[in-house]
Structure formats: structure tokens, C-alpha cells
T-cell receptor
Framework: DQQVKQNSPSLSVQEGRISILNCDYT??????FLWYKKYPAEGPTFLIS?????DKNEDGRFTVFLNKSAKHLSLHIVPSQPGDSAVYFC????????????FGSGTRLSIRP | NAGVMQNPRHLVRRRGQEARLRCSPM?????VYWYRQLPEEGLKFMVY????????ESGMPKERFSAEFPKEGPSILRIQQVVRGDSAAYFC????????????????FGAGSRLTVL
């Protein structure tokens, strides 16, 4: 039972354009959502998070949007840079059970010149 | 200020042997999590521990797998009688938060230990 789903295994975007990564969830108890970035042979690193009381959180080139009614969130990266090429994981947790953070299967983003 | 340290980075075992993976959390972090990433898959939660306590082991296979986080020393993930299906990258993460904390529970991950079972 996949509670956090990233339906696009890969995405290719031209440098300088916007990258949009999508994530859907099924558990309505989730109230915190996070995005992690992972390079090969390294551990995931935290990028940005959002709580369910907000619908948008911005940090530099990265913006996360949350649509609670659709149980959908997205990560926007603009402008996309070559160093953004990595695997991006969406993750979610419920504050009632913050110990278990559920990750999606990841989307491999490739930024082409 | 070292981050989360995992060792070994690579471990090769034959079927039936034991694998021990170690994790030292970030300084000041008292919560440790283990995740497993099978080839071409996402990160699967295995277990969450605090010092000397297993808080949530709902993601651990019922047999052959165990985890501990002793009062002194690193957290250990132990896999007995390994099989080929155990081949994966095992990631440890730590945080300052735990169950019921307010705010997002941001995990800091180690670089992972890649287990290969021959």
C-alpha cells in the first residue's frame, strides 16, 4: 500500500526552464510534507518542507505547493540548473506519528543544456 | 561537525552469513531511523529508535533483522543469515525530533551502506 506516490520515474528539463515534480498521497492524516534530493552514492539531503496549514512554501529557487483537497503536492524549481540533476523524493508524516516518515519512489530529474 | 556516519560503506556477504551495519547519529541527535532502498525503488522505513529503546519497528521484517541503539556507541542494524534479496542500500538518519513533535521532522541521512549478498 503506497501512501506516497511519485508517478513519474523520470523527468528531463532544459536548463533555465522550470522543473515541476509531482507527488500524491492517500493518507489524510499526513500533515507534514518534505522533499529530499539524492545524488548517486550519497544519502538524501533535505530540500524544503511544508505543513498542511499552508499551501505554499518558497526557498530561493525551490517552491513547494500543497493542494490538500486533491492530496497532491508539487516541487517547482526555477530556473533549473545542471546541479539540480538528481533523484527527488517526496515524503510525508503525520504529527501523531512523526516517527514514521513515508517516502515516495522518487523522480529522476535530468537537466539538459 | 560530522554528519551521520555509516560504516561500512560497502559490505559483501555470502548467503547465510551475518551483516552488521553501524550508524553514528549527528551530534545532539537522539533519534535514529533506518531505511532500506532496493534497486530502482524508493526508501522504505524499517525502524525508529531512541537510546536503548525501539520506538517503531513496523517496517522491519519479522525474521532475521534486528536493530539496537545502545546507551553508548552507534546504532546497529543486524541481518542474520542473509539472502540475495537483502542486497540493498541501507540508510541511517537521525533527528532531534520524535513522535508528536511539532513542525516537520527533518531527517539528516548518512551516505548509506550498500550490502551485496553473493
Amino acid at each position: 500500500d503506497q501512501q506516497v506516490k511519485q508517478n513519474s520515474p523520470s523527468l528531463s528539463v532544459q536548463e533555465g526552464r522550470i522543473s515541476i515534480l509531482n507527488c500524491d498521497y492517500t493518507n489524510s492524516m499526513f500533515d507534514y510534507f518534505l522533499w529530499y534530493k539524492k545524488y548517486p552514492a550519497e544519502g538524501p539531503t533535505f530540500l524544503i518542507s511544508i505543513s498542511s496549514i499552508k499551501d505554499k512554501n518558497e526557498d530561493g529557487r525551490f517552491t513547494v505547493f500543497l493542494n490538500k483537497s486533491a492530496k497532491h503536492l508539487s516541487l517547482h524549481i526555477v530556473p533549473s540548473q545542471p546541479g539540480d540533476s538528481a533523484v527527488y523524493f517526496c515524503a510525508a508524516s503525520a504529527s501523531s506519528s512523526a516517527s514514521k516518515i513515508i517516502f515516495g519512489s522518487g523522480t529522476r530529474l535530468s537537466i539538459r543544456p | 561537525n560530522a554528519g551521520v556516519m555509516q560504516n561500512p560503506r560497502h559490505l559483501v556477504r555470502r548467503r547465510g552469513q551475518e551483516a552488521r551495519l553501524r550508524c553514528s547519529p549527528m551530534k545532539g541527535h537522539s533519534h535514529v531511523y533506518w531505511y532500506r532502498q532496493l534497486p530502482e525503488e524508493g526508501l522504505k522505513f524499517m525502524v525508529y529508535l531512541q537510546k536503548e529503546n525501539i520506538i517503531d519497528e513496523s517496517g522491519m521484517p519479522k525474521e532475521r533483522f534486528s536493530a539496537e541503539f545502545p546507551k553508548e556507541g552507534p546504532s546497529i542494524l543486524r541481518i542474520q543469515q542473509v539472502v540475495r534479496g537483502d542486497s540493498a542500500a541501507y540508510f541511517c538518519a537521525s533527528s532531534t525530533y520524535g513522535t508528536g513533535a511539532s513542525g516537520a521532522n527533518v531527517l539528516t541521512f548518512g551516505a548509506g551502506s550498500r550490502l551485496t549478498v553473493l
